[in-house]
């Protein structure tokens, strides 16, 4: 069963820095795009960035410059380091896997699955 395991939220001041770790187990994370993805209180979970198998990388407009996506296969693991915060940053974040078997995948909520438990990161003075 695929499955991620987020870590490395807290609470951080605006302009701060975040690095988020998603181990993934059950399955080789090099064979699958990966993405993270966020969800604020009332709202509805949205993409932050993608690694998809196709190869491309994307950040939602909001974060470029920002927020890095790095992939680490020799640990399963994929980080978002996260720089210059906001509050508006704030939500709990999530990652997952490209569904597999879907043609032309795009970094969004529904070609994505096996969703971890997600790590809050609060951006607050």
């Known amino acids: 069963q695929r499955q991620f395991v987020e870590s490395g939220g807290g609470l951080v001041q605006p302009g701060g820095s975040l690095r988020l770790s998603c181990v993934a187990s059950?399955?080789?994370?090099?064979?699958?795009?990966i993405g993270w993805f966020r969800q604020a209180p009332g709202k509805e979970r949205e993409a932050v960035s993608c690694?998809?198998?196709?190869?491309?990388?994307s950040y939602r407009s909001s974060v470029k410059g920002r927020f890095t996506i790095i992939r680490d296969n020799a640990k399963n693991t994929v980080y978002l380091q996260m720089n210059s915060l906001k509050p508006d940053d704030t939500a709990v974040y999530y990652c997952?896997?490209?569904?597999?078997?879907?043609?032309?995948?795009?970094?969004?909520?529904?070609?994505?699955?096996?969703w971890g438990q997600g790590t809050q990161v609060t951006v607050s003075s």
């Open positions: 690694m998809l198998r196709s190869g491309d990388t």
């Open positions: 997952g896997a490209e569904i597999l078997g879907l043609v032309g995948s795009v970094c969004r909520t529904l070609d994505f699955n096996s």
């Open positions: 059950g399955f080789t994370l090099e064979n699958y795009g």
